[in-house]
């Protein structure tokens, strides 16, 4: 277990016939923040409750910190810090107390304070739970989850229902978190928090990886074109044939690159040569959400606003 | 920490939490002692015999009262608390973490068992106080044990309900449905007199009707030996046995919808 926080081979869940994990390999650094991406029932709560320990596998291997998860041993309870989906608190306590309560629990718990002002919760530290908004309910869940200070923090889609700069507090603490060396297991359906917090990440759909890596290659995102949109004016003379123009009926225009250096050049060089202004011209990279649109077989805006099915096959 | 010490700090966290929700604890403890004054109001004229001596009907009713005070402080609270908790997430939050599920466990059924004998002793202030009940002193040890076995007892069966419990919404039906049946055939609410025979021995395989005697008897104020009902408390103890064992085997961290 040199190094390595959670090895999981050939995992497999089923429920009935329903194979809920068919089958995945992941393995996870010390000290990285490993995220699992995917859609709304695609595995991941099963994979991570597995690796938690609340579910007991169908097949497969699965090692977190040396520890097999589902014999659920106390030793291995004080090494692991837990975030559930859902939050569930005991209402009547106030923020502190609960924190207290929980810290209680592990042999050397991070001091009370700093699991407070980490969350952001100072100011409600004397609050009952009940009397919390959502968001910060949320929060103290995260603090609960950091009060026995874990080596291996599991958050199952922690930022869901947040408003934008909720997300944001909530991606700095998990920065935090692996600043101090601690390494996270994330998952998460949105690609942005995958993007923005994960060493390396994994999009599951039905029960399979389907890609794995850092968000920046993940599923070929370095080699795929980059893709150069702008708008061209009325009356402007054609473009060069050899960049392969897309132009709309609303004379939008949209390139794919696979030299995008090269056909900028040549393009900015036309447009200098034509005197000819490219309007709202850009530059991008296909972003992790077109690769997970592909992947998870999802339309993208693109295709979604053509029409999905092709008109001969409209049901009548 | 040792695992006794967590159990502590849990009744203590409990304790906390259930003094915070105000309404619900007035009606835990309001709840047997308007069961009493209602009781005491509607047949409180009729004198009762009690081993061949006649007494009053207050006599009658403090220690069954008492009964029912425990029966729902430890089997219906219990049952009703861990179904709503089960559904909000926190019991499976605690499996996550390295509280001992027993110290958890205990936490609940001791904290309980206190709340009983409280609610014990502010009925039997009660009647001392406005029914002039008088309070047995050479079967007091009698007494405690019973409310203790019967405490206890009820607990676990509390626990081992919410095993066929679904959810929060269904307890109260489930818990009542099981328990008030009980209590009105087992000589809790109202003397079993002239009942049918088959009636009697269909409440006597259960064990309210048992913990109803040996309160009974430990509280009768004629009684001259030690007031233990030996039989009634393995029944009663035998039943929490088994609640133990069902809670053990079947107990469920996770709500079923």
Same mark, same amino acid.
């Given at each position: 277990m040199d190094g390595i926080a959670i090895e999981v081979q050939n995992l497999k869940k089923s429920y009935g016939d329903l194979e809920a994990v068919a089958g995945i390999d992941v393995q996870v650094r010390q000290g990285e923040v490993y995220s699992l991406l995917g859609p709304n029932g695609a595995g991941k709560t099963t994979t991570v409750e597995i690796l938690e320990g609340y579910r007991e596998r169908t097949s497969g291997e699965v090692n977190v910190l040396g520890y097999d +998860?589902?014999?659920?041993e106390r030793s291995f309870k004080q090494r692991i810090g837990i975030v559930l989906q859902s939050t569930g608190v005991e209402p009547y306590l106030t923020v502190e107390e609960v924190v207290e309560l929980h810290r209680g629990y592990y042999p050397s718990p991070r001091p009370l304070d700093e699991v407070i002002e980490v969350v952001e919760l100072t100011a409600k530290r004397k609050s009952r739970v009940g009397k919390l908004s959502g968001g910060q309910q949320r929060r103290l869940d995260v603090a609960v989850g950091l009060a026995g200070d874990p080596e291996l923090l599991f958050l199952d889609e +922690?930022?869901?229902?947040?408003d934008p700069s909720a997300r944001r507090h909530a991606w700095a603490m998990v920065k935090n978190l692996q600043a101090l060396g601690k390494t996270v297991f994330l998952t998460t359906h949105y690609m942005d928090e995958a993007q923005n917090l994960a060493d390396r990440a994994a999009i599951i759909v039905g029960g399979r990886i389907v890609a794995e890596g850092p968000p920046g290659t993940l599923g070929g995102r370095a080699e795929a074109p980059t893709s150069v949109t702008f708008q061209l004016p009325p009356h402007a003379p054609p473009l060069p044939e050899h960049l392969h123009p897309h132009v709309s009926s609303s004379r939008g225009v949209h390139l794919e690159a696979t030299e995008p250096m090269k056909t900028l050049h040549d393009l900015t060089g036309w447009a200098l040569e034509h005197d000819v202004e490219l309007e709202s011209l850009s530059v991008a990279r296909p972003s992790l959400e077109d690769v997970y649109l592909s992947l998870t077989g999802e339309p993208s805006d693109a295709a979604a606003s053509s029409p999905a099915v092709p008109a001969g096959e409209r049901p009548t | 920490m040792s695992s006794a010490a967590l159990a502590l700090r849990e009744v203590r966290y409990q304790n906390k939490a259930f003094w915070r929700n105000p309404a619900s604890a007035f009606f835990t403890f309001a709840f047997p002692l308007m069961f009493l004054v209602i009781f005491n109001l509607l047949f409180g004229n009729a004198k009762r015999v009690i081993e061949g001596q006649t007494t009053t009907t207050a006599t009658f009713y403090v220690p069954a009262i008492a009964a029912f005070s425990v029966i729902t402080a430890c089997y219906t609270n219990i049952a009703i608390s861990l179904s709503f908790t089960r559904d909000g997430g926190i019991l499976k939050r605690v499996r996550g973490t390295p509280l001992p599920a027993w110290a958890f466990m205990a936490g609940r059924i001791v904290h309980a068992t206190l709340m009983a004998v409280l609610l014990v002793v502010i009925v039997c202030l009660f009647g001392v106080l406005f029914y002039d009940v008088s309070i047995p002193t050479n079967t007091m040890p009698a007494f405690l044990v019973t409310l203790i076995v019967g405490a206890a007892s009820f607990c676990a069966l509390g626990l081992a309900i919410t095993c066929i419990i679904p959810n929060g919404d269904a307890s109260p039906a489930i818990v009542n449905a099981s328990i008030l049946p009980l209590l009105f055939i087992s000589d809790i609410f109202i003397p079993l007199q002239g009942a049918p025979a088959w009636l009697t021995t269909f409440a006597k395989v259960f064990p309210v009707w048992h913990f109803s005697k040996a309160m009974q008897a430990a509280f009768?104020? *004629?009684?001259? @030996?030690? @007031? *233990?009902h030996l039989t009634d408390l393995a029944v009663v103890a035998a039943w929490g046995l088994a609640g133990m064992f069902i809670a053990a085997r079947f107990f469920s961290w996770e709500p079923r919808r």
């Open positions: +998860p589902a014999r659920g +922690p930022t869901t229902g947040f | 009768n104020p *004629f009684e001259t @030996g030690s @007031g *233990f």
